[in-house]
């Protein structure tokens, strides 16, 4: 269906080119997984596959790619509309006109079907992927899980043979993205459409692939069935890597697979896991933060009702629940700068609530990097950047709150040495801009570090981070936890808070619902519960790690 | 759009005072909850400042009051330079003139109220969906370009936010810069991200037009409007003969006609549930041509009814007054506001709150 021969992309001005020699075919019907770390030439190679590389992003193309017998060569993407349908990130960017059902009709529009059969298709595109509901709803007020589904049906209306789609579920809470992938394993196994999908979180997909290819990052390409692949690639799911370390064979994919092979290990371990390894935090758990009773109100709407929440020095909490339950608008109105209808914040040390302070002492007593760390950083370079941190910090009123955030932390060190210890390695002379989405969060961690705040808000850092960056956050929280700041992440991804946090907040509708330590919440829901805690369960393990440390004593004695 | 041409023909209160209840009428009748419906008390708010701006300069720079003119108050009088005599600052402010301002500004703030309420009243995508198939391109060029408005503000809204959170105030041209850079950077991903999503979805694709056609087309479609806007303005214009008016009009609109027809042939396109043209948006259409004509034809008035002399109290003619209240039936013949869009705004909220975090 789709064979790359002999493949090449080089982007004008770099210095290697981001994929060579890659051959490569992938047949009809299957469900083939790309993974591999950001950078690798992921989106390229899903690009290619209907000529968006090179025809749209420039390079150059060695080598053919023959897409449904058509070399991509010679046909522009327009015209390969009809065969190969495509779905970003994020879909909300890609959408042409402004309801649901104009949407699904566009692709069919361009391609002149005529409009009996443009009416049958639309019907049949709603049913099958179950959006039927939402025909007439406006694209913006549709979740994040709505929208990726109607940008599916949007491709798939045309009634492509190849449906390509880079990261659908990175944006979307954990049940959105059961929906979006359910939608996709039925459209491959009731319709034969063959599917090529890139995705970071794995452990979602890999028990529906039926091909994986995995791009070490040197521009090649490795390819073949799931099992062989990932016992091989640097980039693996928990359930994979629990695999590994217990040696089973054939490797489990999915948690059922996984399941069948524990008893063993099961017995093996003790039944408590051995202590955190994060080394504490020695000084006082005294609350850091109170917040009583907070309100937030947009209009009619109530997006945070009455929560309360105390936070202590080192301590990392994890704030979890589905998309629109009021983790941002919470952490906003905690930090001072977003709104907040009622209630009131008090920060150990702060002379006032933050947000009763001018903003850049709010920022001494929380800080808080947002949803884009991006929208922070506005100068050309990260060494101006930094600098500029510095000055902000040094300018703050040394009276109200410099004297107060002294006492919280007494380290309060230059931006670059803190960028150091973050990320070591970024450029200096880089553009902002061009930097990782992962060295983008450090970057912005690191200008808000520099105020040295005794509380640090993260809202959704984890989106679009490979495994390694993902590690990278878990070190630094790990340290910062362990300098006295006390942390909270707003996540959706239960395995990172399984790894980096020590207690979890659930919010739905508003209200926190929730609310304990790690190993407990996490392993007593089902939607909430990491890999590991579902293979190991009833014994109370989290991670890896956790699974290692027990292990470690028994393997070397 | 006919109100507007039959305000711009009328100076009289009365009448103008009509036209504002008429489209006062239409659209609270007939407007939806979408964003771009929400956008009328902005006209009405900068009508009221037209008309504010207009009586001030009126009195400010009037030239003099003629002697026997009732005088209204006196402004201190600024000498101008002796080579600078037409216009006076200051000095008395006669009755008479201050009237006629005002007037004056009602009818532009008349005007500005009804294309406020066109835009108000038209979805701006739908209307754009009716263009022929040769504009095609054109039009969802002009989506899209619509389209960007509103996540531009929202993209100033979520950096000016996160500003704060670097302890920077939101004033100065280095603010300017901070919010000006992150959110042009953004527009920029996101439009290139569209195009590319509008390629991959058969966007442009061209059906084996050949050059020369297309040509051919683009020259037709460009005389053609240079003639209709010549047309346009000599009908309007009071002071242009009809004749060119009308003879603009015509050869303009044939000219795009063959253009259009010429240029739909190549397009392979279809459209999806197309919108329907029936009885009432005749008698929409109908009702508002039929008050222009009214109007315009000076039809059942005197000489000076429209025109009246601004210190008499008006007279209230009978057949404009009756032609703007059949305006006004168009608010009862629209057709419907869909039903479902009244669940909108509760669920828009929490859609912007969960698409973009909490962006406000």
Redesign the interface.
Same mark, same amino acid.
Not at chain 2, 161 to 169: K, T
Not at chain 2, 268 to 273: E, P
Not at chain 2, 346 to 358: D, H, I, K, Q, Y
């Given at each position: 269906m789709i064979e790359f021969d002999r493949m090449g992309v080089r982007y004008d001005g770099a210095a290697a080119p981001v994929l060579r020699e890659v051959s490569l075919r992938i047949e009809e019907g299957e469900l083939c997984l790309v993974i591999g770390h950001t950078g690798s030439g992921k989106s390229t190679l899903l690009a290619a596959i209907n000529g968006l590389v090179p025809y749209f992003t420039g390079g150059t193309l060695a080598g053919r790619v023959v897409v449904g017998g058509r070399d991509t060569a010679r046909f522009r993407p327009r015209e390969l509309a009809g065969v190969v349908g495509l779905a970003g990130q994020d879909p909300l960017a890609g959408f042409v006109t402004d309801t649901v059902e104009e949407e699904l009709a566009y692709t069919m529009e361009q391609l002149a079907i005529d409009p009996a059969s443009m009416r049958a298709r639309l019907e049949e595109t709603l049913d099958l992927l179950g959006i039927a509901g939402l025909r007439n709803r406006a694209l913006r007020t549709l979740s994040g899980g709505q929208q990726q589904r109607v940008a599916i049906g949007a491709a798939l209306t045309a009634h492509p043979r190849i449906l390509v789609l880079d990261e659908p579920t990175s944006a979307l809470d954990p049940a959105s993205a059961e929906d979006v992938l359910a939608s996709i394993t039925r459209l491959v196994h009731d319709l034969g459409v063959t599917v090529v999908l890139a995705e970071h979180r794995l452990e979602r997909v890999l028990p529906y692939a039926d091909r994986v290819v995995w791009l070490p990052g040197d521009g090649t390409v490795i390819a073949g069935d799931p099992a062989g692949v990932l016992a091989r690639a640097g980039v693996a799911p928990p359930v994979v890597e629990l695999g590994r370390l217990a040696g089973w064979d054939p490797l489990p994919l999915s948690v059922r697979d996984a399941r069948r092979q524990a008893p063993s290990l099961r017995t093996r371990l003790p039944s408590a896991p051995p202590a955190a390894r994060r080394m504490l935090y020695a000084g006082d758990v005294a609350p850091v933060l109170t917040a009583r009773g907070i309100v937030v109100r947009y209009g009619g709407l109530i997006a945070v009702r009455e929560a309360g929440l105390t936070l202590r020095r080192g301590e990392c909490t994890a704030l979890m629940g589905r998309n629109g339950s009021g983790k941002s608008s919470l952490l906003w109105a905690i930090q001072g700068s977003g709104r907040r209808s009622a209630g009131t914040v008090t920060v150990a040390g702060g002379a006032a609530d933050p947000a009763s302070l001018p903003a850049r002492d709010a920022r001494r007593l929380a800080g808080l990097v947002p949803q884009t760390p991006a929208d922070l950083l506005y100068l050309d370079t990260v060494a101006a950047e930094l600098a500029q941190a510095d000055q902000d910090a040094a300018q703050a009123n040394p009276v109200r709150a410099n004297h107060d955030a002294a006492q919280a932390n007494p380290v309060r060190a230059g931006a670059r040495e803190i960028l150091e210890g973050i990320a070591p390695g970024i450029p200096l002379d880089a553009h902002p801009r061009d930097l990782s989405a992962g060295q983008q969060l450090a970057l912005a961690l690191a200008v808000q570090l520099t105020a040295a705040p005794a509380v640090i808000l993260l809202d959704e850092p984890t989106r679009g981070l490979d495994y390694q960056a993902k590690a990278g956050l878990t070190r630094t929280l790990d340290r910062l936890a362990g300098q006295g700041h006390a942390i909270v992440v707003a996540t959706h991804d239960v395995e990172f808070a399984a790894r980096s946090c020590d207690r979890v907040m659930v919010m739905a509708e508003g209200e926190i619902v929730t609310d304990g330590p790690a190993a407990s919440v996490l392993t007593a829901s089902p939607t909430f519960a990491p890999q590991v805690a579902k293979v190991l369960a009833p014994l109370p393990y989290l991670t890896v790690g956790q699974v290692e440390a027990a292990l470690a004593p028994a393997v070397t004695p | 759009m006919a109100l507007a041409t039959a305000a711009s023909r009328t100076t009289n209160p009365l009448l103008l005072l009509l036209i504002f209840a008429v489209l006062g009428l239409v659209v609270t009748l007939r407007r939806t909850d979408?964003p771009w419906a929400r956008g009328y008390r902005f006209y009405l708010i900068m009508a009221l400042v037209v008309i504010v701006i207009r009586v001030v300069f009126r009195a400010v720079f009037s030239s003099g009051a003629a002697p026997g003119q009732a005088i209204l108050f006196r402004l201190p009088h600024l000498p101008a330079p002796s080579w600078y005599t037409g216009v006076q600052i200051g000095g008395p402010v006669p009755v008479a003139g201050v009237l006629s301002a005002t007037l004056d500004g009602a009818r532009l703030a008349c005007l500005l109220c009804c294309i406020g309420a066109a835009n108000t009243l038209a979805n701006p995508?739908r209307a754009l969906r009716v263009l022929p198939g040769a504009l095609n391109e054109l039009g @969802?060029a002009v989506? @899209?370009a619509l389209?960007v408005a509103p996540q531009l503000v929202e993209s100033v809204q979520? @950096?000016r *936010?996160? *500003?704060?959170?670097? #302890?920077?105030?939101g004033r100065g041209l280095r603010a300017v810069? !901070?919010?000006a850079?992150?959110v042009l950077?953004d527009a920029l991903? *996101?439009s290139l991200?569209?195009?590319?999503?509008?390629?991959?979805?058969?966007? #442009?694709?061209t059906?084996g037009a050949t050059r020369a056609s297309r040509r051919v087309t683009a020259a037709l479609m460009l005389t053609g409007l240079a003639g209709l806007c010549a047309g346009a303005y000599g009908l309007l214009d009071a002071s242009m003969p009809r004749g060119v008016g009308f003879g603009g009009f015509g050869v303009g609109t044939l000219l795009c006609v063959a253009g259009l027809a010429l240029g739909g042939r190549r397009v !392979?396109?279809?459209?999806?549930?197309p919108d329907p043209w029936r009885w009432p948006e005749w008698a929409v259409t109908g009702c508002g041509v039929a008050c222009a004509v009214v109007l315009s034809a000076g039809l059942g008035t005197t000489g000076g009814a429209l025109t009246p002399d601004p210190l008499s109290w008006p007279p209230l003619p009978l057949l404009p007054t009756l032609a703007i209240l059949v305006a006004a039936l168009a608010a009862v013949a629209a057709p419907p506001v869909?039903g479902?869009v009244s669940s @909108?705004p509760?669920?828009?909220?929490? !859609?912007?709150?969960?698409?973009?975090? !909490?962006v406000?």
């Open positions: - | 979408a995508k @969802v989506t @899209v389209s979520r @950096v *936010r996160a *500003r704060r959170l670097r #302890g920077a105030g810069r !901070a919010i850079v992150p950077h991903d *996101r991200l569209l195009a590319a999503g509008m390629d991959s979805r058969g966007y #442009g694709r059906g !392979a396109r279809t459209r999806y549930r869909p479902s @909108v509760a669920v828009a909220r929490e !859609a912007a709150l969960t698409g973009s975090g !909490a406000r």
